[in-house]
């Protein structure tokens, strides 16, 4: 499955961004799908996932800020109120179940990932 993601680039604090994913195959629309994020000198952290039939998981550092929505096998991430912290990579994916999982090890495929900077 080829995962290709879009919508990041340059913004201030405050400001908001949509990322979207889509993937190449139509079987994902079956898997829970997930952002993760990894900043410079960081580890790659969970962002947000949904399942199958749309049930919802987020990081507590995004709840209240970021929603994440699907159609079929496309996934965004609406990010409002974007903070620096919020500076990194981000990766959608693929989970190899139908539901939303926070656990890395629980995503099969990967996106190339796409840059979002915030500034102060």
């Known amino acids: 499955v080829q995962l290709q993601a879009s919508g990041g680039g340059l913004v201030q604090a405050g400001g908001s961004l949509r990322l979207s994913c889509a993937a190449q195959r139509r079987t994902s629309s079956n898997n829970g799908m997930g952002w993760f994020r990894q900043a410079l000198g960081k580890e790659r952290e969970f962002v947000a996932s949904i399942g199958w039939k749309s049930a919802t998981v987020y990081a507590d550092s995004v709840k209240g800020r970021f929603a994440i929505s699907r159609d079929m096998s496309t996934v965004y991430l609406q990010m409002n109120s974007l903070q620096p912290d919020d500076t990194a990579v981000y990766y959608c994916?693929?989970?190899?179940?139908?539901?939303?999982?926070?656990?890395?090890?629980?995503?099969?495929?990967w996106g190339q990932g796409t840059q979002v900077t915030v500034s102060s």
């Open positions: 994916a693929v989970a190899r179940s139908s539901s939303a999982t926070s656990r890395s090890s629980e995503y099969t495929y």
